[in-house]
């Protein structure tokens, strides 16, 4: 391959785009056509139904069509106690459920005007940052597993499992921890828990660089992601884009060092990787690169774990006095926030939250316009999302 | 098959085709929630490895599916596709219902979207609790529904019969 | 389990509410450019800023935020229903099917407010690293607001759910129709009259089983 710069590359991915818009205007007549992916399809990873409008083998027109996993969480929460409450959002991202009680926890620490102990805010960052691991590097196997390349999802789920693994031995459930708590978290680590987690971390960059080998010097992986599914940064920021797909467009912001609020990455040495392309290959790239960061940064933190207790003191029966806070932190598909109103009940008035998933993928219908048919599994598959993030 | 259908088939012989049937499954994966990544590890991890209880994932279609795996939160936007997925496979068939929310709503049951069990839609062979199981539970599950169907009489399979659990 | 109360950490501690010149500069210039439609605000000192604005200055104050403020990252939008809900809170009841209560006043939150339904917007400036949410009354006889597409093309299925939960109308939304529902479901679902089926059939337990850590004692 050519080598060539990334202004040049960026700008070459526009002008494929252009092209497919100015063909879709050709004078041909070709019969229109209305292609149904799903509810149920291995590409969706879950249940999004896809409606595509072709003409010939371009798409002119594509649309989500989400609600076959609506599980109705915000009306649920206004009849749960705040415990209850957590118990049902760890299954909105299901691959990264601890990461998706942290904002909640916040979000009513910070109505309470708690603050978790050192040592508790250390283990939510590490057990956030595995989660994070838990997460990616299932998207890191199945986007092969959509081009055509089954070897790298097998390795995803071979080595996902470890970090499950590890997980499980500090919270008790593999999937579904439910172990942060308002004020801090159930329990201290196991014993010997620390030096495992250091040969997980050897194993993850290990898992990290097999996929390094096998996809991203390969010739029809970047041959059908360079370019693909381009999305600028101003749309990206428009349409509310979060995570690694908004780094991948080059703006460089990250809610974990920007805004830490109540988790320990400010105190931690890394980087926050970004892209300036915009397509389906970068999106992978600042993926593979996050997960790398997020062993690292696990390393430091198995070092530098203070000591001391992992609970505040707060009542048995937990009422939050009323008021209203809103808490976002970079979850692994992006912001993940919780609007909290309470009034001083035992649960919450209202909680309105806000899923990464549901603003991701309302771009779809943008970047899809003009796009051949396989190049709507990349850019979905790209794009990563969980469909309970997306449907709540 | 007249044979079999007719009820007429003698006891070896029906011992012989249950050892066939129990040890080819063609397992069809409707993957709706959380469990649906429990059942990828069956499917697709090292660690579980579903095909060598003789379970064959990834059938082209349901049409060619001996037992479906009903894996997730069922909503009562998703009944109707279910149904239909039901109807398309051939009868003798199965159907496994994996986690909480398949079997009776789970932490949903008081949800204005999620129906309360995917058995309100299709007959259920075998539930598998957890929230979501282990991949150890639906290895569990298909060896309760492999015993199933050893002792069973193909016939009344085969003829739709409703199924009574005794 | 010792370590589970500890006393080194005290949080009664009254926090001094602490001036905020950013959150006021931010306030200051919304006020300025939308003018008689600026209601009021609220902020909470170094952590977030609550804005209410007339209904017709919707699109005006997202339009003022983007373009002065810098707040590019749309966020979310969503309403409040602010009624007590007439079931009271399930969960607390004790027996079967309570007797609808009679409805405690309401009484909005932050940044104040008259009307039962408020939109709800969350705008955050990446350049910053400050969001703001601003909210709008919508008069209970007229549900209806304009629609942030032209500002936010990302509003559009924001809106979409806010309609069919809340029966909101979005002026000029293109494509107002079902996203999550089936379309024959009837109801606005997070509307506060609306009831969860389930609960009202078979009655939550109660509260009667917390279970207490150990060594505390029943009060």
């Given amino acids: 391959m050519t080598a060539v710069g990334t202004d040049q590359r960026q700008q070459l991915a526009y002008v494929a785009t252009q092209a497919a818009d100015a063909r879709l205007n050709v004078e041909i007549e070709t019969e229109g056509m209305t292609l149904n992916i799903g509810p149920q399809h291995p590409a969706t990873h879950g249940t999004l139904r896809l409606v595509a409008r072709l003409d010939g083998e371009q798409v002119v027109e594509a649309e989500p069509i989400m609600g076959y996993l609506h599980r109705g969480y915000e009306k649920l929460a206004d009849v749960r106690t705040y415990p209850q409450v957590t118990t049902l959002i760890n299954r909105i991202d299901w691959l990264g459920s601890f990461a998706n009680e942290v904002p909640f926890i916040l979000a009513a620490e910070q109505l309470m005007e708690v603050e978790a102990p050192p040592r508790a805010a250390w283990i939510r960052t590490i057990l956030f940052e595995l989660s994070r691991l838990a997460n990616i590097s299932l998207f890191l196997g199945d986007m092969g597993m959509q081009l055509g390349a089954i070897t790298p999802v097998f390795f995803a789920f071979r080595d996902r499992e470890f970090v499950l693994n590890q997980i499980e031995a500090v919270t008790g459930g593999r999937f579904h921890p439910n172990f942060d708590r308002i004020g801090g978290l159930k329990d201290d680590l196991p014993k010997g828990w620390i030096d495992e987690t250091r040969g997980v971390m050897v194993k993850m960059r290990n898992f990290c660089d097999e996929l390094e080998d096998l996809l991203l010097g390969n010739e029809i992986f970047e041959a059908r992601t360079r370019g693909v599914g381009v999305i600028p940064a101003d749309v990206a920021l428009s349409y509310g884009l979060s995570g690694a797909n908004l780094r991948a467009s080059g703006v460089d912001w990250d809610m974990r060092r920007d805004n830490p609020c109540g988790l320990v990455h400010d105190q931690l040495d890394w980087k926050v990787w970004t892209h300036p392309d915009g397509d389906s290959f970068a999106r992978y790239w600042v993926r593979l690169q996050e997960t790398r960061e997020a062993t690292h940064m696990i390393e430091q933190m198995l070092d530098g774990l203070p000591g001391g207790p992992v609970m505040a003191k707060v009542p048995v029966i937990i009422k939050v006095p009323a008021g209203e806070a809103y808490v976002a932190t970079e979850n692994p598909l992006g912001v993940m926030g919780y609007y909290v109103v309470s009034k001083g009940d035992l649960g919450p008035f209202r909680v309105k939250i806000r899923s990464a998933s549901f603003n991701n993928i309302s771009v779809t219908p943008w970047v899809m316009r003009g796009v051949y048919v396989p190049d709507v599994i990349t850019i979905l598959a790209s794009l990563y999302f969980i469909l309970g993030d997306i449907d709540r | ?166 | 389990m010792t370590q589970l109360s500890s006393t080194d950490t005290d949080t009664s501690a009254e926090a001094e509410p602490q001036p905020d010149e950013r959150r006021e500069a931010w306030a200051a210039r919304l006020a300025d450019s939308l003018g008689n439609g600026y209601a009021e605000h609220h902020i909470i000192g170094g952590s977030d800023l609550w804005v209410r604005v007339a209904r017709d200055s919707w699109t005006d104050a997202a339009t003022a935020a983007r373009d002065l403020l810098g707040c590019q990252f749309f966020d979310w939008l969503s309403a409040i229903d602010w009624l007590p809900s007439p079931f009271g809170r399930d969960m607390d009841a004790q027996e079967d099917n309570p007797e609808p209560k009679a409805a405690d006043p309401m009484e909005q939150g932050h940044a104040g407010g008259e009307t039962r339904f408020q939109m709800v917007m969350r705008l955050y400036s990446i350049t910053e690293h400050m969001g703001l949410t601003i909210k709008a009354d919508l008069p209970d006889g007229d549900l209806s607001i304009d629609t942030l597409i032209g500002v936010y093309p990302g509003a559009d299925w924001h809106e979409r759910e806010a309609w069919e939960m809340f029966g909101i109308h979005f002026n000029n939304h293109p494509d107002l129709r079902n996203i999550y529902l089936p379309g024959e479901f009837e109801g606005n679902p997070l509307r506060k009259d609306f009831p969860l089926l389930a609960r009202r059939v078979k009655p939550w337990p109660g509260i009667v089983d917390v279970e207490l850590f150990p060594g505390e004692e029943d009060s």
């Fill in chain 2, 1 to 166: 098959m007249g044979l079999v259908a007719s009820g007429k088939a003698p006891k070896p012989l029906t011992k012989l085709l249950n050892l066939g049937r129990k040890y080819s499954i063609w397992m069809y994966q409707w993957g709706l929630a959380c469990c649906a990544i429990e059942m990828g590890a069956v499917i697709g991890s090292p660690r579980y490895d579903v095909m060598r209880l003789g379970v064959i994932p990834f059938p082209a279609s349901p049409r060619q599916a001996d037992l479906v795996v009903i894996s997730g939160t069922v909503t009562d936007k998703m009944v109707p596709s279910i149904l239909r997925l039901y109807q398309q496979m051939p009868d003798p068939k199965y159907v496994i219902s994996m986690g909480s929310c398949a079997n009776c709503g789970g932490p949903y049951w008081d949800s204005y979207s999620v129906t309360k069990g995917v058995d309100q839609v299709i007959p259920v062979d075998v539930y598998v609790p957890g929230c979501p199981p282990r991949p150890e539970a639906l290895l569990e599950g298909i060896v309760l529904l492999q015993e199933r169907i050893s002792n069973e009489d193909p016939a009344a399979r085969w003829r739709g019969d409703p199924i009574v659990v005794d």
